[in-house]
């Protein structure tokens, strides 16, 4: 047997038996038996990494997520459980936001089990504010006073280079809008708003060269990194994609010190050994593992790549700047594929498009946070210099993302994932022989020239003639009305800010006429920030009961931050607008001890465009249904279209559906959601009453369309 073969058995055993070791620690009693029955508890615990607050417009106080490990469990009449686990806490009180990474505190708290997938052991929501016992460590403290500096020497930016830089600089997205973090994924530019070795190498290299320049030894060079390492580490925190840089550059600080030249790969299986054994979650870690291969891509394929081209003529500059990122590309494909089912067209061009803007936005960045402690206005100035090569980063984004052909779809999952590493493995080992590679040149260039143009001029979305587009945002409602080219009316803003900002973006609409609220649950309200991104919305439209009040107030809260007016909906209502005219038919009145009275007070609409009839239920349930049934005309009821009232729960009234007759039944539902919607039975009678019944689940997108031959469905199929 081959040293080769000792050494894989050698790091299986270890990585079993560190992976056993912690997935025993988690499923331990009592934890797991407390956990499974929801036990109220008192425990103590030492938050890990910064507080991270949950997007979206959410009815209730603002969430924020602590990662901690929990210490010690007090249990009245067992006393005190000893215990080093990992949890996840959801919290809502404000002390929570101002804690530092190992800072110890205890909580009242109630237990419940963990999704699964990970060395997370329970999940705790917690009770009130926290007790604090312990002060965090001077290098968490330091560092929290770094990062805040660099948050507010970025606050006076605009929001989209103000929330990127310290993304780019430490990993900070906190401040990123969402939509655009949708964006960099869209385009293939993830990686640099998560702190890689790209980082680490770009500020060792300017310590490094600052240190020769010195006329500074080895071994004191070599100290020179290490303290600027440490330092870098401790201000971007110890996520796992910041553990393999700083495990990578201390080998080759060790190379360094030793005299010896650097070896990238030994560094990297090292980093990678030292990263597993230390925290075996990181092998499910998708970060982790995008990380290593892009790294293992620039060592070994990018190189080799670079050289060919030289080879060929091509400057070396220019050389090395295609082949970093195609290298990259080409390994962190399968995994890329696996998570979004979609290949990216444009992450190779937008790569080497944001290369000359990743060095000077880093460094002036970390030179902003590092100087704002002492001189507030020169790290504002350094955060203003960084911005610009931000800017465009931001516009690479939102050009990719934008384009119709930036991506196609690709199984995902770990099959689609192993189908595309595959046939990269055939493509790259048919390259090698000249007759196979210009087969393969010949096949690219028919899909570039043939299928894309297609793909491009008759993609099918927008669909052409819509008069309704129900949008895939999960478990939740928004409903695009058009009213005229780039404008509508939508109606609800789902839970996500970025599934709806995504649909509305696909559509074309950059004009809001009327946002209409039908209720203030998070489901309807939470993805608002979404339909306000980059839009002109004209009014919000909201019922008259306010209930939860919570809910109504982010919405106004949210409204007043943009300038946007609001109106109550009253009875009698209604909206005219290009060839839409929409009209509030239900509530009459306000209804109260139902089984849900903000859905049984949902606004119910009744839109005519163009000639189709639609009714709107939105989450009315039996009581609300039932009213509308003795004080609505039966014709009014009537309607051509459905959404189908409360993402087609079982509380509905079969009167109603009698009375609405529809010929299309849309629900719009999110996948795998913990209530059990769609009630089959539900499918079942419209489905029996002649409707076609789709779902957001299932289809994705939905619009109804009319056509020279009546009414028409175009479904665009699930995105995400």
């Keep these: ?164 830089l310290p993304g780019l600089v430490i990993g900070d997205t906190s401040r990123l809008d969402p939509a655009l973090g949708e964006e960099f994924r869209a385009t293939g530019l993830t990686h640099l708003i998560a702190v890689s070795g790209a980082n680490v190498a770009i500020v060792l290299g300017v310590v490094l060269f600052a240190a020769r320049w010195c006329r500074a030894g080895p071994w004191l060079s070599a100290l020179i990194c290490a303290v600027a390492l440490v330092g870098f580490v401790v201000l971007a925190r110890p996520s796992p994609s910041v553990v393999r840089a700083a495990a990578m550059g201390a080998v080759g600080l060790l190379a360094l010190a030793a005299g010896r030249a650097r070896s990238a790969t030994p560094a990297l299986a090292a980093a990678v050994i030292a990263g597993l054994l230390i925290d075996p979650a990181l092998s499910v870690d998708a970060g982790f593992a995008l990380s290593v291969l892009a790294t293992g891509a620039l060592v070994l394929l990018a190189p080799r790549w670079r050289d060919g081209l ?250 007043a931050g943009e300038a946007i007016s609001v109106t109550e909906a009253g009875s009698g209502w209604a909206l005219v607008k290009g060839w839409l005219d929409l009209r509030l038919i239900g509530p009459s009145r306000p209804l109260t001890g139902t089984r849900s009275d903000p859905n049984n007070n949902s606004l119910v609409l009744r839109a005519s465009s163009r000639g189709v009839s639609v009714l709107l239920a939105g989450d009315a349930e039996t009581e609300e249904q039932h009213a509308m049934l003795t004080e609505v005309d039966r014709t009014t009821l009537r309607a051509q279209v459905l959404k189908v009232a409360h993402h087609g729960s079982s509380y509905q009234d079969p009167e109603l559906l009698d009375a609405v007759d529809p010929a299309v039944a849309f629900v719009s539902v999110g996948v795998d959601n913990p209530y059990g919607h769609p009630n089959a039975s539900l499918l079942a009678r419209l489905a029996r009453d002649g409707a076609k019944v789709l779902r957001t689940d299932l289809d994705g997108d939905l619009a109804v369309v009319l056509t020279d031959q009546g009414l028409g469905v175009v479904v665009r199929g699930r995105v995400r």
């Excluded at 649909?503 to 004009?511: F, I």
């Design 310 to 559: 030289r080879a060929r003529g091509v400057p070396a500059g220019v050389a090395e700047a295609l082949a970093v990122p195609a290298a990259a590309q080409v390994a962190c494909g399968p995994v890329i594929v696996a998570l979004s089912g979609e290949v990216s067209l444009v992450a190779v061009p937008a790569n080497l498009l944001a290369v000359p803007a990743v060095a000077p936005a880093t460094l002036l960045g970390v030179g902003s946070a590092v100087v704002s402690p002492l001189w507030p206005d020169g790290a504002e100035l350094l955060a203003w210099l960084a911005s610009w090569p931000a800017r465009w980063l931001v516009a690479i984004a939102h050009v990719g993302a934008g384009l119709p052909v930036g991506a196609v779809p690709w199984p995902s999952g770990l099959a689609g994932g192993l189908a595309l590493a595959a046939l990269t493995v055939l493509v790259l080992v048919a390259s090698r022989w000249p007759t196979l590679r210009k087969l393969v040149v010949v096949a690219a260039l028919a899909v570039v020239v043939g299928a894309l143009p297609v793909r491009w001029v008759a993609s099918g979305w927008p669909p052409a003639g819509a008069v309704l587009v129900v949008c895939d945002v999960g478990q939740g409602d928004a409903v695009v009305l058009p009213v005229g080219p780039g404008e509508a009316v939508v109606v609800d803003a789902g839970t996500d800010p970025v599934a709806v900002d995504g649909c509305l973006r696909r559509l074309g609409v950059r004009a809001v006429s009327s946002l209409v609220i039908t209720h203030f649950h998070a489901d309807h309200i939470g993805g608002l920030a979404g339909v306000l991104r980059d839009r002109r919305v004209a009014g919000i439209v909201i019922p008259v009961f306010n209930e939860p009040a919570s809910g109504e107030r982010s919405v106004r809260e949210a409204a």
């Design 1 to 164: 047997m081959g040293w080769g073969a000792v050494a894989v058995l050698l790091g299986i055993v270890c990585g079993t038996v560190s992976t056993g070791a912690r997935t025993a620690s988690r499923d331990a009693d009592p934890l797991a038996e407390l956990a499974r029955d929801r036990a109220s508890v008192r425990a103590e615990v030492v938050v890990t990494d910064d507080p991270r607050p949950l997007r979206g417009v959410r009815a209730g106080p603002p969430t924020v997520a602590v990662p901690a490990r929990l210490t010690h469990l007090y249990l009245a009449g067992t006393g005190t459980v000893r215990l080093d686990v990992r949890v996840i806490i959801f919290a809502t009180d404000q002390v929570w936001r101002t804690l530092l990474p190992s800072q110890r505190v205890a909580t009242a708290a109630r237990l419940a089990p963990p999704a699964g997938g990970d060395l997370t052991a329970a999940i705790l929501t917690a009770i009130g504010a926290p007790d604090i016992i312990g002060r965090p460590s001077w290098a968490e403290v330091a560092a929290g006073v770094l990062r805040a500096g660099l948050q507010a020497a970025c606050a006076p930016l605009p929001a989209e280079p103000g929330g990127l």
